[in-house]
């Protein structure tokens, strides 16, 4: 495990000496075709969002993101919900990465499946299954009602399916920088005499930091964007259960595209912000784990 | 403060790591685990740290049973092989990282800071960080590290295991001077028996989970307890022989060997350091073998002359003094004379 961000480094040199190798014809058809495809797939959609969302003029723009007291109502659902669920995944993903990474335990490698599983589930299969569970005709739902509870049409609903459906983020991103810096530093916290909070904030958190905020920002990402899931327990009442990107659905179905793309505006804003930070992120935290790799190999010096 | 171990036994899975091992430190001396890979010295220096629990056995420190006490608690300064120094701290923080979560004052961290910082010659680079010192330096880092918090006992795995030769040379006389300067009772790991001698107070040399020897280092390396100590301390001419009415036989050559006086013959080994074999142009009596002379090296203080009998056709490895190499005149393909001026000679049970 140690030795894989060196192996990733070395195929990443081989590559480029090989590329450099082919013919001119060769390189310029690849990348001409890559190009052309992305900007056919991607910049196009991209730009045509914005030119849809602002073809109204600016002070239109404007009216349909503020005007609208349900759609304003949906941003501000979303920005409610999106850290209440990365918070929570933040908790998870850190606990279930230094299980993980950590320790030999039975069933550690079904743990390592079961955090990939939401990744493999249909969003819209995972929205049912809250449904099954708390739903009126679900297995907690009388119980629930009884106590006067809703979570199936309502925000608890909204962030439980936001949750389950961002959950291996983090987790995913922490074990192999955990696994990569090994646990030598948290012994040496121990013989030191450190508790384990004191190992946690002063020498895990400090040293996976930056494969944290990668976590952090796809999993905010997804959690804004996320659509099926929430769709399925939502029930889309506008002005109550309304995210975002459901806002964008209905606006768009009651034939209202420059209010549907303004909001899809700022979602795709959200996207490129979110690339940006993604960029920036990874590199710090592919040269924590070559640093790591490096420090791991046994080679001495003055 | 003295340490003292208990029949401490080790398993993992099948594997015993430390079979009834006890042992004592005393107080203020430095001590040597010395030993081939797997022979249970880092265990035994993990089980003494508390990052290991022992299956059975206690560990003592001044007579008090500290085997239940966590690592945390006993106090107890560790210098990892490879530093485990924290990547994102300065060597500052480094160093007062022990009185930290101690909570020690401020004034205080400061001081003891500064002066552990003056102790390992690595002043002015407390701003500096792991990344940014030569592995000697990082070395004196965790030593730092781990004598902030005052330990009682200073325990080093393999302290100089990952550096360079010359660096390795320098740190060993540095660790030793250290040592005289601040008296803790220390313990280190090491595999090379050169360091072990140089450095410690005391050797003791672990086999397969047991100890084989404990003793002064002059003591271990002269009078090796067993086969496996002579072996392991290295560099030596192995020599079967027969052993048979108090005497002990190779081809024309013999020694007394009173241990063993029945008739009945039986395989014993001879073993000779490179050192304690002689050189002479010709036969001196009963007590030499013939040898042909396969390759010298001269450089260095000794020459290294490697020969192979001619009766049993086994090869030898000579260490002779610059002085008498000049007066010997050797060359490739010379048939010299060859006596052991001290022999051991090992049969499972016997040994002098």
Known sequence: ?302 | MSIKVEGITKRFGSFTALDNVSLEVPGGSLLALLGPSGSGKTTLLRVIAGLEPPDAGRVLNEDEDMTQTSARERNVGFVFQHYALFRHMSVYENIAFGLRVRKAPKREIHDRVTELLHLVRLEGLGKRYPSQLSGGQRQRVALARALAIRPKVLLLDEPFGALDAKVRDELRSWLRRLHDEIHVTSVFVTHDQQEAFEVADRVVVMNGGRVEQVGAPAEVFENPANAFVMDFLGNVNVIPAQVSNGRARFGSLEWLFPEHDHGDERAATLYVRPHELQIERSPNGGGSMRARVDRINAAGPVAKVFLSSLEGGMGLNVEVSADRYVELNLKTGDTVYVAPRKVRVFTPEYVI
């Open chain 1, 1 to 302: 495990m140690h030795n894989a961000p060196l192996t990733a480094v070395t195929h990443n040199t081989a590559g480029h000496t090989i590329a450099r190798r082919d013919p001119v014809w060769v390189r310029w058809t690849l990348i001409l075709f890559a190009v052309g495809s992305l900007t056919l797939l991607i910049v196009v959609p991209v730009v045509n969002v914005f030119y849809q969302a602002l073809a109204p003029g600016l002070r239109g723009y404007f009216n349909n993101l503020v005007g609208d007291p349900d759609t304003l109502h949906a941003i501000g659902l979303t920005l409610i919900i999106a850290p209440i669920a990365v918070t929570a995944n933040l908790v998870f993903g850190v606990a279930a990465a230094w299980a993980i990474a950590r320790f030999k335990f039975p069933g550690r490698s079904l743990l390592t499946a079961l955090v990939d599983l939401p990744f493999s589930v249909s969003p819209v299969v995972a929205g049912l299954m809250l449904v099954l569970l708390f739903g009126m005709q679900g297995h907690f739902g009388p119980w629930l009602r009884e106590h006067g509870i809703s979570i199936i049409f309502a925000w608890p609903g909204l962030i439980l399916a936001t949750t389950f459906v961002t959950l291996p983020f983090i987790a995913r991103e922490l074990i192999p920088v955990m696994e990569a810096i090994g646990s030598d530093e948290e012994v040496a916290a121990v013989s030191l005499g450190a508790n384990g909070w004191q190992m946690l904030w002063r020498v895990t958190l400090p040293n996976v930091k930056w494969g944290l905020l990668y976590g952090v920002i796809l999993c905010n990402a997804r959690a804004m964007g996320e659509f099926g899931a929430v769709y399925v327990v939502s029930g889309h009442i506008a002005g109550r259960t309304d995210t975002m990107p459901l806002r964008v659905e209905k606006l768009f179905q009651e034939y209202n595209n420059p209010a549907s793309f303004a909001v899809a505006s700022l979602l795709t804003l959200l996207a490129l912000v979110t690339l940006v930070l993604k960029v920036v992120v990874a590199r710090k935290t592919r040269r924590d784990l070559e640093e790591a790799a490096r420090e791991s190999a046994p080679t001495g010096g003055a």
